[in-house]
T-cell receptor, first 112, second 114 residues
């Protein structure tokens, strides 16, 4: 069983479109995250979310929004896509135990 | 505030020789430290973690790391490299007890030569 799964794995879209990436975790964790990995492989957190609070990295444009239908899912919506949004986006989750995060396989987004 | 510096962006070793990937950290708190590995076009997998227990931490696939507070280092080692070890490695720091504030290093690309 995949612990943290994201779909799609690859996403190619045109500038100006709106797209979503889905994430699901079956670990029973309370907190989920979205990370962005740029072309130099640098990873930066975008959001952390549990049912009590959403913490947004202040550098994230408001075109990006996380939506959580339930504790096991955290989807990422992106409006008006720009070329600079091209990156690999990772979903992750963590629980109340050891301070470690479990990551999904990543979604490679290419904006053309 | 916290930060992580991975001292080498690329490391090349021959198969069967030792691996050393260097990491220095800065943290205002007693940190938790991690090494993650990313194989090409794959997700991030946890190799090992330090969370204030034993300073020598053993991980998967024969990797280990030693937490040295006096040197603020958490270097990753393996006695004998295997071709399958070729990947990107990330050193990560977080304040003790929280996965919500993971700070990633810039990564080290490990190449294993036949």
């Amino acid at each position: 069983d995949t612990a943290v799964s994201q779909t799609p794995k690859y996403l190619v879209t045109q500038m100006g479109n709106d797209k979503s990436i889905k994430c699901e975790q079956n670990l029973g964790h309370d907190t989920m995250y979205w990370y962005k990995q740029d072309s130099k492989k640098f990873l930066k957190i975008m959001f952390s979310y549990n049912n009590k609070e959403l913490i947004i990295n202040e550098t994230v444009p408001n075109r990006f929004s996380p939506k959580s239908p339930d504790k096991a899912h955290l989807n990422l919506h992106i409006n008006s896509l720009e070329l600079g949004d091209s990156a690999v986006y990772f979903c992750a989750s963590s629980g109340d135990g050891p301070p470690e995060a479990f990551f999904g396989q990543g979604t490679r987004l290419t904006v053309v | 505030a916290q930060s992580v510096t991975q001292l080498d962006s690329h490391v090349s070793v021959s198969e069967g020789t030792p691996v050393l990937l260097r990491c220095n950290y800065s943290s205002s708190y007693s940190p938790s430290l991690f090494w993650y590995v990313q194989h090409p076009n794959k997700g991030l997998q946890l190799l090992l973690k330090y969370t204030s227990a034993a300073t020598l931490v053993k991980g998967i696939n024969g990797f280990e790391a030693e937490f040295k507070k006096s040197e603020t280092s958490f270097h990753l080692t393996k006695p004998s490299a295997h071709m399958s070890d070729a990947a990107e490695y990330f050193c990560v720091v977080s304040p003790s007890g929280s996965a919500r504030q993971l700070t990633f290093g810039s990564g080290t690309q490990l190449t294993v030569l036949p």
